[in-house]
Antibody, heavy 121, light 106 residues
C-alpha cells in the first residue's frame, strides 16, 4: 500500500525559501505509473494545486506560482521535494504531497497527512 | 485558469437524507472531474474520478454524474460518517478545485 509522508520546517521567515520533502513508501517512485504532486490548503480555505513531477524529472507548475517554485525528484531516496522561494504570509498553509494517477494534472489518488507551514518573522 | 464553483457552500442534512452537491466549471472540462471528502484534520480522500467512477473502497451510496460544465455528487442515503467537506477538482487543464461544500448535521 503506497504511503506518502511530508517533512520539513514548520516555520519559515518572510522572503526565505520554503522547502519540503515527501517520502514515498510501499512502492517505487520510479517504478510506478504515478506522477507526484504538491497541493496546499490555507487555514480554513480550499485546496490549491501547486505543481507536479514525473520521476523522469518532467515538471508542471501552477501559473501563479511558477516563478517561485521548483519541484524535484530523487528516485534513489524515493523522495520528491518542493521549494517555494520569496514566501510571504499568503504562503502559510497545510502542504500535502500526493500520488497522481494518470497524467500530471489528473486526480490525486493517495495523499500524505499534510504538514503545516507558517510564514512569520 | 478554469474556475470551479460548488453549491451550496453549506448543506444541512439528516441521516438518511439524499444529498446532492453541484459543481460548475467556467468552461467545458469533458468528464475530467473528481470528488474528494475531507474531514477535519485529515487529508482529502478520493471518492470519484472521471465524473462517475467510484474509487475502490468507497461506499456505493456515493455517485457522480454530469459532463461539460455541470456535475453532481450524490449521496443516496446520508450516513453519520458522511458529515464532512466535499471538494470537486477539474483536471482538464492543469488542476483546480472548487471552494468546498460542508455537509453538516441539521
Amino acid at each position: 500500500q503506497l504511503q506518502l509522508q511530508e517533512s520539513g520546517p514548520g516555520l519559515v521567515k518572510p522572503s526565505e525559501t520554503l522547502s519540503l520533502t515527501c517520502t514515498v513508501s510501499g512502492g517505487s517512485i520510479s517504478g510506478s505509473t504515478y506522477y507526484w504532486g504538491w497541493i496546499r490548503q490555507p487555514p480554513g480555505k480550499g485546496l490549491e494545486w501547486i505543481g507536479s513531477i514525473h520521476y523522469s524529472g518532467n515538471t508542471y507548475y501552477k501559473s501563479s506560482v511558477k516563478s517561485r517554485v521548483v519541484i524535484s525528484v530523487d528516485p534513489s531516496k524515493n523522495q520528491f521535494s518542493l521549494n517555494l522561494s520569496s514566501v510571504t504570509a499568503v504562503d502559510t498553509a497545510l502542504y500535502y504531497c500526493a500520488a497522481i494517477r494518470g497524467s500530471y494534472d489528473d486526480h490525486f489518488h493517495i495523499w500524505g497527512q499534510g504538514t503545516m507551514v507558517t510564514v512569520s518573522s | 485558469d478554469i474556475q470551479m464553483t460548488q453549491s451550496p457552500s453549506t448543506l444541512s442534512a439528516s441521516v438518511g437524507d439524499r444529498v446532492t452537491i453541484t459543481c460548475r466549471a467556467s468552461q467545458s472540462i469533458g468528464n475530467w472531474l473528481a470528488w474528494y471528502q475531507q474531514k477535519p484534520g485529515k487529508a482529502p480522500n478520493l471518492l470519484i474520478y472521471e465524473t462517475s467512477n467510484l474509487e475502490s473502497g468507497v461506499p456505493s451510496r456515493f455517485s457522480g454524474s454530469g459532463s461539460g460544465t455541470e456535475f453532481t455528487l450524490t449521496i443516496s442515503s446520508l450516513q453519520p460518517d458522511d458529515f464532512a467537506t466535499y471538494y470537486c477538482q477539474q483536471y482538464s487543464s492543469d488542476s483546480t478545485f472548487g471552494q468546498g461544500t460542508k455537509v453538516e448535521v441539521k
